[in-house]
């Protein structure tokens, strides 16, 4: 597995450079740095090369799905909840994808049980109740 690493910018290409020793040729072309840079990252794992860039080179190992929940950054950030949901039961997932701090969104909640919303949506797109009615009784609304 190799790591994912950003965006090279001289910033990035520099401290590249410097974690790898490559002082001499940090000034060299991407195209003639960058097959000794693949071959660089097969000499250790990726969780290895996350260590050693650290901060100065943005770095991220892929994982398997189920690592992420106990991540400490995931943990951090508070990215995972425990849900409670009345089909399924208890579950971990996602609180919420992005935040903003203008705008912060509601408050983490399970997932709704299938066609809870199904009255409102039609309701508030021009649907009579009784026409909903209508539409449970035939089976095409559950």
């Not at 520099?14 to 060299?28: D, F, G, H, M, T």
């Not at 992005?98 to 705008?103: L, Q, V």
Request: hydrophobic share 40%.
């Amino acid at each position: 597995m190799r790591p994912y690493i950003g965006r090279y910018t001289p910033l990035i290409y520099n401290a590249l450079c410097q974690c790898y020793r490559w002082e001499k040729i940090s000034n060299a072309s991407i195209t003639v740095i960058a097959p000794q840079l693949h071959e660089a990252l097969t000499q250790h794992s990726a969780l290895e090369w996350e260590t050693i860039f650290g901060e100065s080179v943005p770095c991220a190992a892929a994982r398997r799905v189920d690592e992420m929940f106990d991540h400490p950054q995931c943990q951090a950030e508070e990215l995972i909840s425990d849900f409670e949901h009345p089909v399924v039961g208890r579950y971990r997932g996602f609180t919420r994808a992005t935040t903003f701090s203008r705008t912060p969104g509601p408050a983490p909640f399970a997932a709704p049980v299938f066609g809870a919303d199904s009255d409102r949506v039609l309701l508030t797109s021009g649907f009579t109740p009784q026409q909903v009615l209508e539409l449970r009784a035939s089976g095409a609304l559950l």
